[in-house]
């Protein structure tokens, strides 16, 4: 193997002219650009980890430079990436016409006209201190969010081949035990100064709902590569992480994330049983064991319980008690109602990256300083032109799969549907800059491309 690469190294050093360059270089290698950097970025929550154990007390700075570098890495590597990928494919197979780019590439097409509102939005809106280098806890600037569509999740569609799909996913899935291993041990047993500056059974991030948001995600890998994988220790390996994983989300207490792992899960089903022309048995008793999970905890954890029937009461006041609506999903009615009033005043472009930041957090006594719903939140800080294509863009990643639903790889299948129970959990949460990047990860590995290479 290692003769091997030095052999194609070397034929690629010696290309004569750049195009022989292109033809002696390995569509694997172009590959290899953008895997190394999303790599990193999935592990950075075990990395944290090990940081916070031998240094407990550096927390929230290391774990900014570990996105940071993961972003600097993922949008170097990933553009030259991708350039080397248009360049190759461009001399492999000719010249493409416009009509069958876009028609290869229609995600983002509607990504690119985020990013351009994102351009526009800050231009008008100026560039302040949040969009040049973001909130001081969210670290999410203008680049930040650029970054999600044109470096996450488009390296992300350029891996193709399967073995570097599985490498991506079962690191994000094996790195996740022990930091949940960690975690309910903390929580529920002894005291780990690594996790002293956590908030609540957040493990290494700052606040718990953000660690619910890492948890789904894992939950929903574990069970679709568990049905759907031959080898066993692979099984064994996804049965592990889904168990405990399960475990630890009851014990979190995100109800917007629980809410949205059983009807993510119900929703792998479903297309687990479409790519497989039958009715698989195996996915519906990975629902039962999650429900399982729930009853036996609840034994000692009341969270759940507790909180469908308040979840249900919000339904209620906010149905037939208008004037008591501003408390259900703990005040986020109150944040969602204001928000959409501040779209209707600056509907086409918005507010800019946190421009209602202060007025939020006034006009709703404190409850916070974001919507707490992300497709509010791209409208209002982007306009709705803005929020739209992006509701459009993750769309056609679904429809794709839906076409191309018979060639779909069980990890591209995993990647959709793990994408699925974060955007159903974004309706309760807002972006960060250590989350978000993982739904466009998952995005760009399940988004299923149907060119020939060449």
Same mark, same amino acid.
């Given at each position: ?17 750049? !195009?022989?360059?292109? =033809? ?40 900014a430079t570990k996105t ?36 290869? %590439? ?23 201190? =949040? ?9 999410? !600037? $203008? ?9 996450y999740f488009l390296s ?80 064994? @390996? ?59 905890? !609840? ?6 319980? !507790? %909180?469908?029937?308040?979840? *249900? ?31 209707? =005043?600056?509907?086409?472009?918005? $507010? ?9 957090t006034l006009e709703t ?8 719903? =992300? ?32 060639? @779909? ?11 699925? *129970? ?33």
């Open positions: 193997m290692a003769s091997k690469i030095s052999s194609q190294l070397k034929t690629i050093v010696k290309s004569k002219t750049f !195009s022989e360059m292109l =033809e002696n270089i390995p569509w694997v290698y172009i590959e290899f650009l953008a895997f190394f950097p999303l790599l990193f970025f999935v592990l950075t929550p075990f990395l944290q980890l090990i940081h916070d154990l031998i240094d407990p007390y550096a927390h929230s700075v290391a774990y940071s570098a993961a972003f600097i890495c993922a949008a170097t590597a990933g553009m030259i990436g991708v350039l080397l990928y248009i360049l190759k494919s461009v001399h492999t197979n000719g010249k493409p016409s416009l009509k069958s780019v876009i028609k290869q %590439n229609i995600p983002m097409v509607f990504f690119l006209f985020v990013i351009l509102m994102i351009i526009i939005s800050t231009l008008i809106n100026g560039f302040t201190k =949040e969009a040049l280098y973001g909130d001081v806890y969210r670290q999410e !600037s $203008f680049f930040e969010f650029i970054g999600y569509f044109a470096v992300a569609t350029i891996i193709s081949d399967k073995r570097l799909k599985a490498v991506i996913l079962y690191t994000l899935i094996s790195s996740s035990i022990p930091i949940a291993v960690v975690t309910i041990l903390d929580s529920r047993f002894f005291n780990i100064p690594a996790l002293d500056e956590s908030t609540g059974a957040s493990a290494v991030f700052h606040q718990f709902n953000h660690y619910a948001y890492y948890l789904i995600i894992v939950i929903l890998l574990s069970a679709v590569l568990f049905v759907k994988e031959k080898k066993p220790w692979a099984r064994v @390996l996804c049965m592990a992480s889904f168990l405990i994983n399960n475990v630890m989300l009851v014990i979190n207490n995100t109800f917007g994330c629980y809410l949205a792992c059983f009807i993510a899960l119900v929703f792998a089903s479903v297309i687990i049983s479409v790519t497989e022309k039958k009715f698989n048995i195996m996915s519906v008793v990975m629902v039962v064991i999650f429900i399982a999970i729930s009853g036996i905890m !609840s034994i000692w954890e009341q969270a759940i319980s !507790s %909180n469908i029937f308040t979840f *249900a009461g919000d339904i209620g006041n906010v149905i037939e008690k208008p004037e008591d609506a501003g408390t259900a999903g703990t005040g986020r009615w109150t944040l969602w109602t204001h928000t959409m009033g501040y779209i209707t =005043e600056k509907p086409f472009f918005g $507010f800019g990256v946190d421009g209602i930041k202060e007025r939020l006594n404190n409850v916070n300083d974001r919507p707490h719903n =992300e497709f509010l939140e791209y409208a209002v800080f982007f306009g709705i032109p803005a929020a739209a294509a992006y509701i459009c863009g993750v769309f056609s990643v679904y429809l794709s799969g839906l076409k191309n639903r018979m060639k @779909l790889d069980i990890y591209e299948v995993a990647a959709l549907a793990a994408a699925f *129970a974060y955007l159903v959990s974004s309706v309760f949460g807002n972006t960060m800059y250590y989350t978000a990047p993982f739904l466009f990860i998952m995005l760009g590995i399940g988004f299923k491309r149907t060119e020939a290479r060449g």
